[in-house]
């Protein structure tokens, strides 16, 4: 087909799709176009299913082109690299609402890249390339059960803002994304500014209704140039072996599910698997994989039915009782915060360091900001499962987590006017039974408080998990590692006291209704105030001062046009105040100086030395000088850093002088005060009288 142009309309948004020009050999390509951002979205699926696989092999890869943006990428390689955090949130963001679109057993090889070509600073590309990821499979021969379509949505002014710019979410006090189908919502990112739980579930159903226009725009699209679907071929169980396992396994499977002990409960399980296993090779001696597969799928079944039918959680726990809770702050001595949260069987040691604001990360890609100074970073090390594994760089989930805990403390730290420091934590997860993403909010909050951070309040973070059958539904909170596996919904919120700071929602089924959304945000609101209770029993505000390994900051403002007096030429003025003092300098160009040092007194030295040199000499004003050259009509004296002014021989004594060197010589201390300062700009001084002015 030659070049096909379709418009649909989100919101008072057009979103452009172009089909039929470039990259015809994927099954799938759509440009997409939103103002002047543009994306190009390919998808590509195997025409046979990878054998042996108990997983649906999808992958999202967002690559961003630097040129889009008009740069060039920075380091000494000067081409694109390993994904930027960004890139690796927008991968995930198209990931998880379009993976449970595939059917049970689907086990052919997808492959999704969106390659953003242009962006305009106004239009975001994230959106544009998730509705594009689904607009390609819908016209493709690759089968998929729904068609789901994505929108943001901002609260700017008092209003929701659908699909709002770079430049809206500044003052914004939602950054809302919903990903769903007609019927359902699959997919919810959010960070807030404690928005209230009312107004969440109105941004929910906002963009809900915005969604169901758009798939009725991208259907009739799909209808018109969609490709016939390929017929495939779905990784079943044999029915008969499906039976003889449920019948030896359930009650024993169901048995063992009794410890409230996640090592001992895995362990019991394995056990009643690894014995059904052995029985059953007997008879089907070539089934070893598939066997393991259906075990996983009754294990499953049991966990569902002993919620849903029983009201029984496997550890025993009420479906909305939080595990127990401990807290510790201070926990490393040396550390400028530090705080350990424990949950259950679930433990984040988040450790804080403050930094100067030379230390801020900056940022090499296609958003619209240059740096950021408060950092948040998740390890979630092989151990914390009691497994062995390989360490290395982070992976896509610890990226993830970290930026969701980011997202829920960004709004409660304070901004860099009142605190002038760059903020890094690091969480460390050391223990991991579910939920590990919300321990490390509370631990991070206890770490923040620590540290003497001003936070404007403290935050708490809550998963909640969803079991359905499609007629009854169960909420759970605080869920575990076998409810997360094994259920319908993962559902983090965290916030304060107030309102909700950041949400996160996957869904394993195909989506959930909003009143389960709405019953799942009230029981988490009940849930976060409960914790945050725990929390500030053992520290209830910010510590009144910092750790005294924490580096002091001073904030100075100058007028701009003396920043070129406290550089000097070739930055020999800032460097001796610096070999001086050991302290260190930060100039921005408004005129702002962050001087900062470890223990305060080369600080306050070096903001001496700076508003020495950019003082202003003033008409009457005394000055104990050094004269710094001698002439024959008189000496000149350096009354502040750089700043000289001549008094004339007749004004070094009160009697005539034949030579100035016979009252001052050049290093000589010299008490004077400033006659005039002409129109020139020459500041003429007397040293006659002066005591007695």
Do not use: W
């Not at 002014?157 to 809302?176: E, H, K, M, R, Y």
């Amino acid at each position: 087909m030659g070049l096909i142009s379709r418009n649909i309309q989100s919101g008072d948004k057009t979103i452009e799709f172009q089909f039929g020009q470039i990259a015809r050999q994927a099954d799938g390509s759509v440009y997409a176009r939103m103002g002047d951002s543009i994306v190009l979205l390919t998808v590509v699926g195997s025409k046979e299913p990878m054998m042996g696989l108990d997983f649906f092999p999808l992958t999202v890869e967002v690559v961003d082109k630097m040129y889009a943006a008009g740069k060039i990428p920075g380091g000494f390689i000067k081409r694109e690299g390993r994904p930027s955090e960004k890139s690796i949130l927008t991968a995930r963001l198209i990931d998880r609402p379009i993976r449970p679109l595939f059917p049970d057993g689907f086990r052919n090889e997808i492959q999704i890249i969106a390659s953003t070509l242009s962006v305009d600073m106004v239009n975001q590309p994230d959106i544009i390339a998730l509705n594009a990821a689904s607009m390609a499979l819908a016209i493709s021969d690759i089968p998929v059960e729904k068609m789901i379509a994505g929108v943001r949505i901002g609260y700017v002014d008092g209003a929701f803002v659908i699909n709002p710019t770079f430049q809206d979410l500044i003052v914004s006090d939602l950054d809302l994304i919903v990903a769903g189908s007609r019927d359902s919502i699959i997919m919810v990112e959010a960070g807030a500014s404690e928005v209230d739980e009312a107004m969440m579930v109105e941004a929910l159903t906002t963009a809900h209704q915005t969604i169901g226009k758009m798939i009725d725009q991208m259907e009739e699209i799909a209808k018109e140039i969609g490709r016939e679907k390929r017929e495939i071929k779905l990784a079943e169980p044999d029915p008969d072996l499906y039976e003889k396992i449920t019948m030896l396994a359930a009650p024993k499977i169901r048995e063992a599910m009794g410890s409230a002990d996640k090592l001992a409960r895995e362990d019991a399980v394995s056990q009643v698997k690894k014995e059904a296993t052995e029985t059953l090779l007997d008879e089907f001696p070539e089934a070893e994989s598939e066997i393991k597969k259906i075990l996983y799928s009754v294990e499953k079944t049991v966990v569902r039915e002993m919620i849903l039918k029983e009201g029984i959680r496997p550890d025993g726990r009420a479906l909305s009782e939080i595990r127990p809770i401990d807290c510790q702050v201070a926990f490393l001595p040396r550390a400028h915060g530090s705080g350990l949260f424990t949950r259950g069987q679930t433990q984040v040691l988040s450790v804080l360091t403050l930094g100067t604001a030379s230390e801020v990360q900056r940022l090499d890609g296609l958003e619209n900001k240059e740096s950021k100074r408060y950092l948040h970073h998740y390890n979630f090390p092989p151990f914390s499962t009691g497994e062995v594994g390989r360490l290395g760089s982070p992976r896509r989930r610890e990226v993830g987590h970290g930026a969701l805990a980011e997202r829920a403390l960004l709004s409660v730290v304070p901004d860099e006017l009142d605190f002038p420091y760059t903020i890094r934590i690091v969480s460390e997860v050391l223990e991991s039974n579910g939920s590990s993403s919300m321990a490390s909010v509370c631990g991070s909050t206890l770490s923040l408080m620590d540290a003497g951070v001003p936070i404007k309040a403290p935050v708490a973070g809550i998963a909640m998990g969803l079991v359905t059958d499609g007629k009854d539904s169960a909420v759970l909170s605080d869920i575990q590692g076998v409810e997360d596996a094994l259920g319908d919904m993962d559902f983090k919120v965290a916030g304060t006291a107030k309102g909700i700071t950041a949400l996160q929602m996957d869904m394993k089924a195909t989506g959930v209704p909003l009143d389960v959304l709405k019953t799942a945000l009230a029981q988490a609101k009940e849930g976060r105030l409960f914790i945050l209770e725990k929390m500030q029993s053992t520290i209830d505000e910010p510590r009144s001062s910092l750790s005294s390994y924490a580096p002091r900051i001073i904030t100075m403002s100058i007028n701009p046009e003396k920043i070129g007096e406290v550089i000097g030429p070739g930055g020999k003025v800032i460097r001796g105040i610096i070999d001086a003092t050991g302290a260190t300098i930060d100039v921005k160009p408004d005129g702002t100086i962050y001087v900062s040092s470890l223990d305060g007194e080369g600080g306050e030295k070096a903001k001496a030395m700076i508003e020495a040199l950019v003082k202003e000499v003033a008409p009457g004003e005394i000055y104990l000088g050094t004269v710094v050259k001698t002439t024959t009509f008189g000496a000149f004296v350096e009354l502040l850093p750089g700043k000289d002014g001549l008094v004339h021989i007749s004004k070094l004594a009160k009697k005539r002088i034949p030579t100035v060197e016979d009252v001052v010589n050049v290093g000589d201390k010299l008490k004077v005060k400033v006659v005039e300062i002409d129109e020139k700009g020459r500041i003429n001084l007397t040293a006659i009288d002066v005591d007695e002015a």
